[in-house]
Protein backbone atom coordinates (compact mmCIF):
# COMPACT_ATOMS: atom_id res chain seq x y z
CA UNK A 1 0.00 0.00 0.00
CA UNK A 2 2.75 2.76 -1.16
CA UNK A 3 1.97 5.79 -2.72
CA UNK A 4 5.51 6.05 -4.19
CA UNK A 5 8.39 4.21 -4.91
CA UNK A 6 10.84 6.40 -3.47
CA UNK A 7 14.08 4.62 -3.70
CA UNK A 8 16.62 7.46 -2.71
CA UNK A 9 18.91 6.49 -0.14
CA UNK A 10 18.91 8.51 2.73
CA UNK A 11 21.91 10.20 3.77
CA UNK A 12 21.52 8.58 7.19
CA UNK A 13 21.70 4.80 6.10
CA UNK A 14 24.56 6.19 3.93
CA UNK A 15 26.51 7.54 6.69
CA UNK A 16 26.58 3.64 8.16
CA UNK A 17 29.07 2.59 5.56
CA UNK A 18 32.13 2.29 6.88
CA UNK A 19 31.51 2.02 10.32
CA UNK A 20 32.35 -1.30 11.92
CA UNK A 21 30.20 -2.99 14.08
CA UNK A 22 30.90 -4.76 17.32
CA UNK A 23 29.84 -8.79 16.12
CA UNK A 24 31.23 -11.03 18.56
CA UNK A 25 29.47 -13.61 20.46
CA UNK A 26 27.83 -12.17 23.73
CA UNK A 27 27.09 -8.43 25.21
CA UNK A 28 28.04 -5.23 23.11
CA UNK A 29 27.32 -7.34 19.65
CA UNK A 30 25.46 -5.87 16.87
CA UNK A 31 24.94 -8.21 13.75
CA UNK A 32 24.45 -5.83 11.11
CA UNK A 33 25.76 -5.04 7.97
CA UNK A 34 24.22 -2.25 5.88
CA UNK A 35 23.80 -1.76 2.43
CA UNK A 36 25.13 1.18 0.07
CA UNK A 37 21.44 1.31 -1.33
CA UNK A 38 18.13 0.13 -1.41
CA UNK A 39 17.14 -3.33 -2.66
CA UNK A 40 15.08 -3.20 -6.28
CA UNK A 41 11.71 -3.66 -6.08
CA UNK A 42 12.00 -6.47 -8.37
CA UNK A 43 14.86 -8.49 -5.58
CA UNK A 44 12.37 -7.48 -2.94
CA UNK A 45 9.21 -8.76 -4.11
CA UNK A 46 11.32 -12.12 -4.73
CA UNK A 47 12.17 -12.37 -1.18
CA UNK A 48 9.18 -11.42 0.39
CA UNK A 49 7.75 -14.34 -1.49
CA UNK A 50 10.07 -16.61 -0.84
CA UNK A 51 9.96 -15.81 2.99
CA UNK A 52 6.31 -15.67 3.20
CA UNK A 53 5.64 -18.44 0.55
CA UNK A 54 2.96 -16.06 -1.28
CA UNK A 55 3.02 -15.74 -5.03
CA UNK A 56 0.52 -13.11 -4.26
CA UNK A 57 2.19 -10.52 -2.41
CA UNK A 58 4.41 -7.60 -3.61
CA UNK A 59 7.61 -5.96 -2.00
CA UNK A 60 5.92 -2.71 -2.62
CA UNK A 61 5.74 -1.53 1.02
CA UNK A 62 9.14 -2.34 2.16
CA UNK A 63 13.19 -0.68 1.51
CA UNK A 64 15.50 -3.41 2.88
CA UNK A 65 18.75 -1.59 3.45
CA UNK A 66 20.46 -4.01 5.68
CA UNK A 67 20.88 -7.85 6.72
CA UNK A 68 22.57 -9.43 9.63
CA UNK A 69 24.79 -12.54 9.20
CA UNK A 70 22.20 -15.31 9.12
CA UNK A 71 20.57 -13.75 6.16
CA UNK A 72 17.53 -11.61 8.37
CA UNK A 73 16.68 -8.28 6.73
CA UNK A 74 16.05 -5.08 7.59
CA UNK A 75 13.72 -2.75 6.39
CA UNK A 76 11.50 0.54 5.65
CA UNK A 77 7.94 -0.67 6.50
CA UNK A 78 6.34 1.80 4.13
CA UNK A 79 2.50 2.14 6.14
CA UNK A 80 2.44 5.78 6.59
CA UNK A 81 1.24 6.85 3.08
CA UNK A 82 3.31 9.64 1.14
CA UNK A 83 6.16 9.80 3.83
CA UNK A 84 9.77 9.66 2.69
CA UNK A 85 11.12 5.73 3.78
CA UNK A 86 13.21 8.04 6.39
CA UNK A 87 9.61 8.58 8.06
CA UNK A 88 8.83 5.09 8.12
CA UNK A 89 9.22 2.39 10.94
CA UNK A 90 11.79 0.20 10.32
CA UNK A 91 11.05 -3.70 10.75
CA UNK A 92 13.41 -7.28 11.09
CA UNK A 93 12.81 -10.55 9.31
CA UNK A 94 14.65 -13.10 10.43
CA UNK A 95 16.20 -15.75 8.55
CA UNK A 96 14.00 -18.64 10.71
CA UNK A 97 10.81 -16.76 10.44
CA UNK A 98 11.05 -13.99 13.38
CA UNK A 99 9.88 -10.67 12.75
CA UNK A 100 9.40 -7.37 14.19
CA UNK A 101 9.14 -3.48 14.00
CA UNK A 102 12.46 -2.40 15.94
CA UNK A 103 12.10 1.86 15.74
CA UNK A 104 9.34 4.32 14.46
CA UNK A 105 11.21 5.85 12.07
CA UNK A 106 14.77 6.04 10.97
CA UNK A 107 15.77 8.42 13.05
CA UNK A 108 14.73 6.11 15.93
CA UNK A 109 16.25 3.36 14.58
CA UNK A 110 19.31 5.29 14.95
CA UNK A 111 19.47 5.65 18.68
CA UNK A 112 18.75 1.96 18.87
CA UNK A 113 22.08 1.07 16.74
CA UNK A 114 23.97 4.30 18.72
CA UNK A 115 22.97 2.16 22.26
CA UNK A 116 24.18 -0.82 21.02
CA UNK A 117 21.52 -2.98 20.18
CA UNK A 118 20.54 -4.19 17.00
CA UNK A 119 17.60 -5.39 15.15
CA UNK A 120 18.19 -8.93 14.91
CA UNK A 121 19.49 -8.59 18.78
CA UNK A 122 16.14 -6.88 19.85
CA UNK A 123 13.81 -9.33 18.08
CA UNK A 124 15.24 -12.58 18.11
CA UNK A 125 16.71 -12.35 21.56
CA UNK A 126 14.46 -9.60 23.36
CA UNK A 127 17.78 -7.23 24.01
CA UNK A 128 16.79 -3.60 24.85
CA UNK A 129 19.70 -2.49 26.19
CA UNK A 130 23.49 -2.78 24.75
CA UNK A 131 27.26 -1.03 25.16
CA UNK A 132 26.96 2.28 23.36
CA UNK A 133 28.24 2.87 20.42
CA UNK A 134 30.73 6.20 20.00
CA UNK A 135 30.39 5.93 16.10
CA UNK A 136 27.01 5.18 15.51
CA UNK A 137 25.90 7.77 18.17
CA UNK A 138 27.95 10.34 16.04
CA UNK A 139 25.73 9.14 13.39
CA UNK A 140 22.37 9.44 15.37
CA UNK A 141 23.50 12.91 16.44
CA UNK A 142 23.93 14.43 12.98
CA UNK A 143 21.40 12.16 11.30
CA UNK A 144 18.37 11.59 13.24
CA UNK A 145 16.64 14.82 13.65
CA UNK A 146 15.18 13.72 17.30
CA UNK A 147 16.64 14.07 20.66
CA UNK A 148 19.12 10.95 22.35
CA UNK A 149 16.44 7.76 23.22
CA UNK A 150 17.29 4.55 24.64
CA UNK A 151 16.85 1.21 22.61
CA UNK A 152 14.06 0.41 25.23
CA UNK A 153 12.55 3.78 24.89
CA UNK A 154 12.62 2.96 21.25
CA UNK A 155 12.05 -0.35 21.02
CA UNK A 156 8.86 0.13 23.62
CA UNK A 157 7.49 3.03 21.23
CA UNK A 158 7.37 1.16 18.09
CA UNK A 159 5.98 -2.16 19.63
CA UNK A 160 3.41 0.35 20.90
CA UNK A 161 2.87 1.97 17.98
CA UNK A 162 2.32 -1.08 15.52
CA UNK A 163 1.72 -4.39 17.70
CA UNK A 164 0.43 -6.44 15.35
CA UNK A 165 3.34 -6.42 12.62
CA UNK A 166 4.21 -9.56 13.20
CA UNK A 167 0.56 -11.01 13.17
CA UNK A 168 0.02 -9.14 9.89
CA UNK A 169 3.23 -10.65 8.76
CA UNK A 170 2.08 -14.35 9.77
CA UNK A 171 -1.04 -14.32 8.19
CA UNK A 172 0.45 -13.59 4.38
CA UNK A 173 2.45 -16.84 4.95
CA UNK A 174 1.87 -20.58 3.29
Keep these: MTTTDDRSFP ?13 ED ?24 LWTGNEDL ?6 VFAQDGTGGLVASWLVRPG ?5 QPV ?13 GSLGEFLWLLA ?12 SEQGEPHAALRAVAEEHSGIEPRTPADVL ?19
Design 26 to 49: GPGSIDYEPYGEFDSAEKTTEWLR
Design 58 to 63: DGDAFR
Design 83 to 87: RPPAD
Design 156 to 174: AAARAEFPDFSDMVSSWCR
Design 91 to 103: VFFGSEGETGVVA
Design 11 to 23: AALAALDGIEFPF
Design 115 to 126: GGVGPMEAVEFG
